[in-house]
């Protein structure tokens, strides 16, 4: 049986659907990511999957449990970690990580060993109040108070926002151990780079579903050629490219823009002519692999609406 199990669930505030006839399936020991910009409505779907919200229509199962029937016996056997810090600022590293294992009845010292290697970089600090702790150890934290009374499945929604990048990468080591441990594990992320950190990812954009796969066979299906531009005037060089007869799409990535052309014929050369005639200098344009975000940015531009 799957670990998670989404069935046509669809939710909406008022006017405003949030998730619109999703339907996911999510194996045991899966480390799987929802990925999408804010708005996705992945805060939505995790909200219900952990028994905090109905459903509209549809219906969902977690561990075998329906998340409507039998939230009861289902919020003793999730792990949740929210995307805004929600620990007792006033109360010690130590003094939440006991709460919270009371709350489910167990203590630290039954199941210290789920969260040892975690806890380690915090016991220094055992003694401060959570409120004064970096971002970085926040989430170390949070995610010790999930796991500390050994849920089956995990779900942590956002935990690397406003994080800094170290922190980000040690916490995804960490998530990556747990899965190892064969802990089935669903995190949502607006950040494209990390969806390679999961075993598969689906792509979320205003409540629906872009794709379901592997990192790695979401991004085979970018088709087109993609090339990354530089130039000295970045805001001209943009509104140029995305004026250009040659140019499907265009957006910033980093310090280059990312261009996706219409034919596989436009060369190097064309693009650069192109732009000289605009009176750009010192341009830099070369070929490049498409990597995660390239894929979900065409993915969203083959589900907008035309005029």
């Given at each position: 049986?799957?670990?998670i199990?989404?069935?046509?669930?669809?939710?909406?505030?008022?006017?405003?659907?949030?998730?619109?006839?999703?339907s996911?399936?999510?194996?045991?020991?899966?480390?799987?990511?929802?990925?999408?910009?804010?708005?996705?409505?992945?805060?939505?779907?995790?909200?219900?999957?952990?028994?905090?919200?109905?459903?509209?229509?549809?219906?969902?199962?977690?561990?075998?449990?329906?998340?409507?029937?039998?939230?009861?016996?289902?919020?003793?056997?999730?792990?949740?970690?929210?995307?805004?810090?929600?620990?007792?600022?006033?109360?010690?590293?130590?003094?939440?990580?006991a709460?919270?294992?009371?709350v489910?009845?167990t203590?630290?010292?039954?199941?210290?060993?789920?969260?040892?290697?975690?806890?380690?970089?915090?016991?220094?600090?055992?003694?401060?109040?959570?409120?004064?702790?970096?971002?970085?150890?926040?989430q170390?934290?949070?995610?010790?108070?999930?796991?500390?009374?050994?849920?089956?499945?995990?779900?942590l929604?956002?935990?690397?926002?406003?994080?800094?990048a170290v922190?980000?990468?040690?916490?995804?080591?960490?998530?990556?151990?747990?899965?190892?441990r064969g802990?089935?594990?669903?995190?949502?992320?607006p950040?494209?780079?990390?969806?390679?950190?999961?075993?598969?990812?689906?792509?979320?954009?205003?409540?629906?579903v872009?794709?379901?796969?592997?990192?790695?066979?979401?991004t085979?299906?970018?088709?087109?050629?993609?090339?990354?531009?530089?130039?000295?005037?970045t805001?001209?060089?943009?509104?140029?490219l995305?004026?250009?007869?040659?140019?499907?799409?265009?957006?910033?990535?980093?310090?280059?823009?990312?261009?996706?052309?219409?034919?596989?014929?436009?060369?190097?050369?064309?693009?650069?002519?192109?732009?000289?005639?605009?009176?750009?200098?010192?341009?830099?344009?070369h070929?490049?692999?498409?990597?995660?975000?390239?894929?979900?940015?065409?993915l969203?531009?083959?589900?907008?609406?035309?005029?």
């Amino acid at each position: 049986m799957d670990a998670i199990i989404i069935e046509n669930v669809s939710k909406s505030y008022g006017a405003i659907p949030a998730v619109s006839d999703v339907s996911l399936s999510i194996k045991p020991g899966e480390l799987f990511g929802l990925i999408g910009p804010d708005g996705a409505g992945k805060t939505t779907l995790f909200k219900i999957l952990v028994t905090l919200l109905l459903p509209d229509t549809g219906r969902a199962t977690v561990a075998g449990y329906d998340v409507v029937k039998d939230y009861k016996t289902l919020r003793k056997l999730v792990g949740y970690m929210p995307g805004r810090f929600s620990l007792y600022p006033d109360l010690s590293v130590q003094e939440n990580l006991a709460f919270f294992a009371t709350v489910f009845g167990t203590t630290i010292r039954q199941n210290y060993h789920l969260i040892q290697e975690i806890y380690a970089q915090l016991e220094p600090f055992k003694n401060r109040r959570a409120g004064q702790l970096s971002g970085g150890m926040k989430q170390k934290l949070a995610l010790c108070c999930a796991l500390i009374h050994k849920p089956d499945v995990l779900f942590l929604d956002e935990p690397t926002t406003g994080v800094d990048a170290v922190s980000r990468k040690e916490f995804w080591d960490m998530l990556r151990q747990l899965n190892e441990r064969g802990l089935t594990t669903l995190v949502s992320t607006p950040y494209m780079d990390e969806a390679s950190r999961c075993d598969r990812v689906a792509f979320m954009q205003t409540g629906t579903v872009l794709a379901v796969d592997t990192p790695l066979a979401i991004t085979r299906r970018f088709k087109k050629r993609l090339y990354a531009v530089r130039a000295a005037d970045t805001y001209s060089l943009i509104h140029d490219l995305r004026l250009a007869p040659f140019t499907e799409s265009c957006y910033a990535f980093g310090e280059f823009l990312h261009l996706t052309v219409k034919s596989a014929a436009v060369t190097e050369e064309q693009i650069g002519r192109y732009l000289r005639e605009k009176n750009h200098r010192t341009i830099e344009i070369h070929s490049i692999q498409p990597g995660i975000e390239d894929t979900f940015m065409a993915l969203m531009t083959q589900t907008q609406p035309t005029a």
